[in-house]
């Protein structure tokens, strides 16, 4: 008998498993589809024994000094502050754009403060700024917009600026110094033996069994458990039932080159030409010496397995509906990028899943609150699935909360 099953060993069902072990005590079966640990953070060594991210470049960055802390304790850190070049009219240019950036665009020679200068000129006024293209026009003008942001957006979503969230291009600022840094957070590091490495320590506790290629669902009514934590998508939970959220997904082509170098810098982004938007040259990231190198290519595309959700009112909507049901099963956490639909950084991921597990330990109180605010409908819907998992469980645990 488990205390909990938890579906996903990325940083969601990580964090929780090990907290819950190291902290209660609880007995913790954690299930992963794939066969591996780390979920999209996972890296492994390719057949030339170079250190790669198999599901793209992974870059720790956080200002938050609790998670940093947190993953300390399995990993020691090595420095590294990310850096970007974009690839335009022909010539690589750092990004974010910067004063280093137009300058070398445009062969200039501008201040920080004529830049700031010509940003006011070029900006393009927006009454409201909502989507990704308000963001972009209105701080450097629709001429850097599309150099920069138009063609990579739509090919990294599917969908023009205009119709994402003006929080996604809203990651990449716009700056008149001459900082080239991607990120600016407190904290920037690597994992000085990787990621999986982490995963591992955080998983060693003796409360904590691993079962790798395997599908929760396989488990039906096979391994009892009190609780669970979900950290899949979030549709696919409720067999689809308000439709299916979109999930942006890539292909990823690696390729090891017989040079110790490849590129001038760990990432560079193809906005315009290719069918690609970036490459990531690993070396860099890891700081692994070694005479060959590994890149790795992205290739965005809309089916496959769902890495992004897509920020935008209408996903939100649908999103809404899952979560209210998702609110209404008590028995069931749902954690993670994928099972609360929202396009988070690993940073984000681990302060959630802190969270998750200060209420769990902490409130029972909290359950009672939450069912105040279900519908009568829903409370219906989420009771059958509620049998479903009861039945799953061999009757011990999902219950829903009775209306007030
Ligand atoms: P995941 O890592 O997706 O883990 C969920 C796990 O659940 C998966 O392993 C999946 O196999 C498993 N699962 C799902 N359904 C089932 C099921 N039915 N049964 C069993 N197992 C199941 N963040 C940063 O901070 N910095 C970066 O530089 C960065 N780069 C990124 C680059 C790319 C290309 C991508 C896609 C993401 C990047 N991220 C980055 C985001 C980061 O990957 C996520 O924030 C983090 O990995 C999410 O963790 P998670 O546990 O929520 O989900
Ligand atoms: N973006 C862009 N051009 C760039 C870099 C980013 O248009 O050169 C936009 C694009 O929409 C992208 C978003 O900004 O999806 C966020 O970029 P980030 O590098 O944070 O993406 P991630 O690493 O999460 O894929």
């Known amino acids: 008998m488990f205390d909990y099953l938890i579906v996903g060993a990325g940083y969601a069902g990580s964090v929780l498993a090990e907290r819950l072990a190291s902290q209660l005590d609880k007995r913790v079966l954690i299930v992963d589809r794939r066969n591996h640990i780390g979920g999209n953070a996972y890296d492994c060594y390719n057949d030339d024994g170079i250190l790669i991210h198999k599901y793209g470049p992974h870059i720790f960055h ?29 010539q690589l240019v750092p990004i974010p754009i910067n004063l280093d950036t137009i300058n070398k665009l445009y062969g200039l020679k501008l201040t920080a403060f004529e830049l700031e200068e010509f940003f006011k000129k070029v900006a393009v006024h927006v009454e409201h700024v ?13 001429e850097l917009y599309e150099k920069f942001f138009k063609n990579y957006t739509k090919k990294q979503w599917g969908l023009d600026p205009s119709e994402l969230d003006a929080s996604v291009a809203a990651r990449v600022p716009a700056r008149t110094n001459r900082d080239n840094r991607y990120f600016t957070d407190t904290y920037q590091a690597m994992p000085l033996l990787g990621y999986t490495r982490m995963f591992e320590r955080m998983l060693a506790h003796p409360n904590i069994k691993i079962m790798l290629q395997t599908d929760y669902r396989e488990l039906e009514g096979l391994v009892p458990y009190k609780e669970m934590i979900y950290t899949g998508p979030v549709d696919e939970f409720f067999d689809y039932t308000y439709g299916k959220l979109p999930y942006r997904s890539l292909e990823f082509k690696h390729e090891t080159h017989n040079s110790p170098v490849f590129q001038p810098a760990p990432v560079v982004n193809y906005p315009n030409e290719q069918l690609y938007t970036r490459i990531t040259e690993f070396k860099y ?19 496959g397995d769902p890495y992004y959700p897509v920020p935008r009112p209408e996903n939100q909507e649908m999103y809404k509906k899952y979560k209210a049901l998702a609110d209404a099963m008590s028995g069931v956490h749902f954690v993670g ?5 929202r ?11 802190l969270t998750v597990f200060k209420k769990i330990a902490g409130e029972r109180e909290e359950a009672h609150t939450r069912q105040a605010k279900v519908d009568s409908d829903t409370l219906q819907l989420a009771h059958s699935f509620a049998m479903a998992h009861k039945l799953r469980t061999n009757g011990h645990s999902t219950q829903i909360h009775r209306a007030s």
């Not at 998670?67 to 974009?86: K, M, N, S």
């Not at 396009?343 to 899943?353: E, I, R, T």
């Open 62 to 90: 956080t200002n938050s000094q609790e998670v940093f802390e947190y993953l300390g304790r399995f990993t020691e850190w090595r420095p590294y502050e990310h850096r970007v070049e974009a690839s335009v009219d022909g």
């Open 130 to 142: 909502k989507t990704s293209e308000d963001v972009v026009i209105s701080k450097v003008g629709q």
């Open 285 to 303: 990231l890891t700081g692994q010496e070694h005479p060959k190198t590994s890149i790795v290519y992205e290739f965005p595309k809309g089916d």
């Open 337 to 341: 990028r994928l099972a609360t639909y």
């Open 343 to 353: 396009y988070y950084n690993m940073d984000q991921v681990v302060a959630q899943a």
